[in-house]
C-alpha cells in the first residue's frame, strides 16, 4: 500500500524523502503543499520538478479521513464522523467562537480507560488512531472549513486544537507526539503551543514524556478531590493516584506553554458536586490536603464541564445551581474557574457523547446516523 504521507511530522517527512534521494528542500515544499494548501494531488504541486511529482504518485499518497457524514449544529458547531475501519468510527468537532475557532480531536477508536461517566468509555477500546488518522483530522477540518466559509488566502479557520475527543491521547503517544508536531509546525498549521491542548485522565509517566518531548498546554481530568471517589469514576486512578498525579502536574508546569493546568471537572449529580467536595478540592490545588501537602500550591484553573448524560451511564447532570454553588466557593478560594458552556447538544457533539460505533455496512451505520441526529454527507448542512 501507498505510504500516506499524513504520517510524517517535517523531520519525518525529510528522512523519507532521502531515502528517495531528495533534499531537505523538496520534503518541506511537499510538507507545506499538503499541510498549508490542502493539496492531495501531487500532479498540482506546481513547484515540485516533474520526476518528483511522477516519483511520488507511484509510492505515496495522501489519505485523508473517510467521512461517514457531517452536521453542522444550529449554534454553528460542526461535527464529522469519520470511518476507521473495522466497524469503527471517530469524530471531530469544530467549535466556533467569536474570537477563535476551536477544533476538538479524537486519538482513539474507543478508549481503555473506562470512566463512569463517559459514553466512548463505555464503549471500551478498539484500537490506537495512527498519525495520520490523528492529522487527518484537522488536515479535513482546516481546508473544508476554509473552502465552505470562502477564507482569503493565509486565513485560517482553526487555531485552537484540543485533544478532547474519542480517546485517551497520552495512551496513544507514539502517534501523538508526530501529530502535534505537524500541528505546531510553521510550515504545517503553525499553532501556538497554548493552544494545543492535549488532555489527560492522568497517565503519569507519559505526562512527563509529554513535558520533554514537545510540551503544549495540558488539562487535566480530575472529576474529583480525593481517591476513593475518583477510582470510582476514573479507574485510572488506582494505578496512577492523585499525589502521583498533582507531582507530575507540578513538574510538567516547570516547562509548559502556560503557567497553569486545566483541571477539568465533570459536574455529576448527587455524586461528586457538594459544596464539601468543593472545599475539598480547593485544599487539594492549594497544597493543604494529605495528597498534595508536600507538593504546595498548583497554578491551575478549574473548568467545570456539565455531565452529558447518556442512558448506559446511569448518572444524572447537575442542576445549575448546584454548579454554581461549586464554583463560587472555588472562586471566593481565588481560583479561576469556568464552567463550560455545552455546545453542539442538538448534534450529540458534547464531551463525552461522542459514541462512535459503525456496527455493520448493511444499513446499521445509516439507522445509528439517524437515531443520534446525525445526516449522511449528501444532505450535510453548508458551515454557516
Ligand atoms: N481521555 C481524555 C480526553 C478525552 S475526554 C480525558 O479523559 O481527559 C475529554 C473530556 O470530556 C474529559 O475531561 C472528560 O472527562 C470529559 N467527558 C467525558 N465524558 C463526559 C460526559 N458524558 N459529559 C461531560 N464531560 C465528559
Ligand atoms: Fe477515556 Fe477520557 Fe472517556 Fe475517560 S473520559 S473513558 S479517559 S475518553
Redesign the pocket.
Known amino acids: 500500500m501507498a505510504v500516506n504521507l499524513l504520517d510524517f511530522d517535517l523531520e519525518g517527512l525529510a528522512a523519507w524523502c532521502s531515502a528517495l534521494g531528495e533534499k531537505r528542500f523538496r520534503a518541506m515544499q511537499l510538507y507545506r503543499w499538503i499541510h498549508q494548501k490542502g493539496e492531495s494531488d501531487f500532479r498540482r504541486m506546481s513547484d515540485l520538478a516533474q520526476s518528483l511529482r511522477d516519483k511520488l504518485a507511484g509510492v505515496a499518497e495522501v489519505r485523508g479521513p473517510s467521512l461517514l457524514s457531517e452536521h453542522v449544529s444550529a449554534d454553528g458547531t460542526v461535527k464529522w464522523l469519520f470511518d476507521v475501519g473495522g466497524g469503527n468510527a471517530v469524530e471531530s468537532v469544530f467549535i466556533p467562537e467569536t474570537d477563535r475557532g476551536t477544533l476538538c480531536v479524537s486519538?482513539q477508536a474507543g478508549?481503555a480507560?473506562g470512566?463512569r461517566?463517559?459514553?466512548?468509555?463505555h464503549q471500551g477500546f478498539s484500537r490506537n488512531l495512527g498519525t495520520g488518522e490523528i492529522v487527518a483530522q484537522l488536515w479535513f477540518a482546516e481546508h473544508r472549513l476554509r473552502q465552505r466559509l470562502a477564507l482569503p488566502a493565509g486565513v485560517r479557520a482553526i487555531d485552537n486544537v484540543v485533544?478532547?475527543?474519542?480517546?485517551?491521547?497520552l495512551q496513544n503517544y507514539a502517534a501523538l507526539v508526530p501529530a502535534l508536531r505537524t500541528m505546531l509546525s510553521d510550515h504545517a498549521y503553525g499553532l501556538s503551543r497554548r493552544r494545543v491542548t492535549v488532555?489527560?485522565?492522568g497517565v503519569v509517566p507519559m505526562i512527563d514524556r509529554l513535558r520533554e518531548d514537545c510540551p503544549v498546554a495540558l488539562?487535566?481530568?480530575l472529576?474529583a478531590p480525593n481517591d476513593a471517589l475518583r477510582e470510582s469514576l476514573?479507574p485510572l486512578n488506582r494505578k496512577y493516584p492523585l499525589h502521583e498525579l498533582l507531582a507530575a502536574c507540578q513538574r510538567y508546569l516547570d516547562s509548559a506553554p502556560r503557567d497553569f493546568i486545566t483541571f477539568?471537572y465533570?459536574m455529576l449529580d448527587g455524586v461528586n458536586d457538594t459544596t464539601e467536595l468543593a472545599h475539598e478540592l480547593v485544599r487539594l490545588v492549594q497544597g493543604q490536603a494529605a495528597a498534595s501537602r508536600d507538593l504546595g500550591r498548583i497554578s491551575c484553573k478549574l473548568n467545570l464541564?456539565?455531565?452529558?448524560?447518556?442512558p448506559a451511564?446511569g448518572l444524572q447532570r447537575s442542576p445549575r445551581e448546584r454548579v454554581q454553588a461549586f464554583a463560587q466557593v472555588l472562586q471566593d478560594a481565588g481560583i479561576v474557574t469556568t464552567i463550560r458552556k455545552t455546545r453542539g447538544d442538538d448534534i450529540d457533539a458534547?464531551?463525552?457523547?461522542l459514541a462512535g460505533e459503525v456496527q455493520d455496512r448493511t444499513g446499521a451505520r445509516d439507522r445509528l446516523a439517524a437515531r443520534r441526529g446525525l445526516i449522511p454527507i449528501a444532505a450535510a448542512g453548508s458551515v454557516s
Open positions: 486519538s478508549c480507560v470512566c461517566f463517559c459514553s466512548t468509555g485533544m478532547m475527543g474519542m480517546g485517551e491521547p488532555s489527560t485522565s488539562a487535566v481530568s472529576h476514573v477539568e465533570c464541564i456539565p455531565f452529558n448524560p447518556f451511564s458534547a464531551c463525552g457523547q
